[in-house]
Each structure stands twice: as structure tokens, then as C-alpha cells.
């Protein structure tokens, strides 16, 4: 057991996955979780993954030794203010976003020396939100990004290092700006590139919807997975990582231009070169235990 007591701020997939993870492995004596909505309460209570479900943020984080935000991007900051005067010395407060800069900025003013601050990032996830999306295998062999700040003790950190890897996943320690510019590439451009192209598609009035539905291959249907992540969380992700995401877009004009030459040229060296150097990546992905090389990516036998 590595803490006595885990407070959940905000019940969505990461939380609940972490609830259930925790449970798993017995390595919480307890688990106390709130959400801002009344609904979403209420379903925790029904699914039985916290100890305790509280009304209010200030409540869950009673004597907690670990502090857990599980929110949008964007809401860190007011939920920081909200918990601060009522953190127990000594406590670790950690969160989950998918951009660390920015948090950081948003939630350190507001916490004393009395308690360590951990920013955290699970690479781990579905394109399924909310309280009954959770479960404990999320994060087995998947990468979880630590990025202790200056004040941060050792101690805390490898606590929260054991938590993670107690929770099955592989844990790595970033600078915070490296990290942003490493997800930019990663997750954040994609998301933004398959929005994109299921845009597309919904605008183009030659193809109808039917026929996008009927006829999707592979890769359209992976761009549809991307696309239904949660737009809350997305749209706070780009506008806190905004600097690191515009440089690797620019970047990705500059080779979809270079691309765009190569068809409109009949350039097939350009593209046989570059489709070989780009597949190289894709064997390296699965080699790493990062997906499978299984038909359609294993994804009919995962949740």
C-alpha cells in the first residue's frame, strides 16, 4: 500500500480506470472521488469504484495524501484555488493532462510549500468519456510522463513512480516543455488532423454521409475513432499547447506540400522513399508493445 488516501478530482476515464487500477493492486487504504456534476456523482456511487463520493472538491481532498486532477486543462487553475486551503501538509498533488506547461503555470501559485506538485501525463486512453468508460487494464504497458518541477521532493516523486508502474504502466521522467513538444507530435496534431479529415468529409457534398458510413476503409475509420475523443478536453489541450502545436503543423504543411508536389509531378521515388521511412515508424510502434500488429490493430478485441 503506497497511500492512505486518494482523492479523484473529476470522475471520467483516467479516473476511473486509476480507481480501479488502485483497487487492483491494493495501493490506496482508500479512495475519495467528486465531479463537478450531480449526474456523474451519483453514477460513481452506482458503480462502486470510489470508497466515498463527495459533493465537493474541498471535501474530497480532506486529508488526502495524494490529490489526483482529473479535469479539463482549462478548469486546473479554479479547482487549484478551490482545493489549496485545504490540502494536508505534506500531500502530493498530481494531475493527468495531456499538457504540462501550462498546468504548471495554472496550478503551482496557488499551492504552499507545505505540499509537493507532480505533474503527471498517462499516455493511455480511449475515445470513450465519462465515469463508466474506466477500466483497470488501461494503462498496463503504456507510458506514463512524470515532469517534477523544481520544488518537487525526490521522495514524492518516486511514490507517485511506484503508483503508476503498481497500476502496470511504464514510467518515464520529462522536462515539461520537452514533453509538450513530444505530445505535439505524438497526440496532439493527429487529433487535430483527424478532425480535420472527418471535416472534410462532412463537408464535401459529392460524397454524401451514407457513403462515408458504408464505405469506410481503415484508415478513415481510425481518423472517426481519433475524431470522438472528448471535445472539452481537446479543445483546452490546443489552446495550452499552443506555441509546441503550431510549430509541428507548420512542419506538417511543409511536408504536405512537398507531398503534394510529388502527385502533381508523378514523382514516385519521392513517395516510395517516404512511405518506406514513415512505415519504419509504424514496425517501431509495435515492436515497442505499443499496439500489435494484429488485423485492424487488434482493436476488435480491445475495449
Known sequence: MIYNRVALIGLGLIAGSM?????????????VGTARSAETRDTVR???????VTDTAAEAVKDADLVVLAVPVGAM???????????????????VGSVKRDVINAVGPFLSDAV???????????????????????????????????????EATQKLRALWE?????????????????????????????????GVADDLQRVNDTEVIKYSAAGFRDFTRIAASDPTMWRDVFLSNKEATLEILGRFTEELFALQRAIRTGDGD??????TRTRAIRRGIVEAGQDTDAPDFGRGTKR
Open 19 to 31: 480507481a480501479y487500477a488502485i483497487k487492483r493492486a491494493n495501493l490506496a487504504k482508500e479512495i
Open 270 to 275: 519521392h513517395l516510395f522513399d517516404y512511405f
Open 116 to 154: 509537493d506538485f507532480v505533474p503527471c501525463h498517462p499516455i493511455a486512453g480511449t475515445e470513450h468519456s465519462g465515469p463508466d468508460s474506466g477500466f483497470a487494464e488501461l494503462f498496463e504497458n503504456r507510458w506514463t510522463i512524470l515532469t517534477p518541477i523544481a520544488s518537487t521532493t525526490a
Open 77 to 95: 487553475a479554479a479547482i487549484a484555488k478551490d482545493i489549496a486551503p485545504h490540502l494536508a501538509p505534506g500531500a502530493t498533488v498530481t494531475d
Open 166 to 198: 503498481g497500476m502496470g504502466a511504464n514510467v518515464d521522467e520529462m522536462d515539461p516543455d520537452h514533453h509538450d513538444l513530444v505530445l505535439a507530435v505524438t497526440s496532439h496534431c493527429p487529433h487535430l488532423i483527424a478532425y480535420t479529415m472527418v
Open 46 to 52: 452506482r458503480l462502486g469504484f470510489c470508497d466515498r
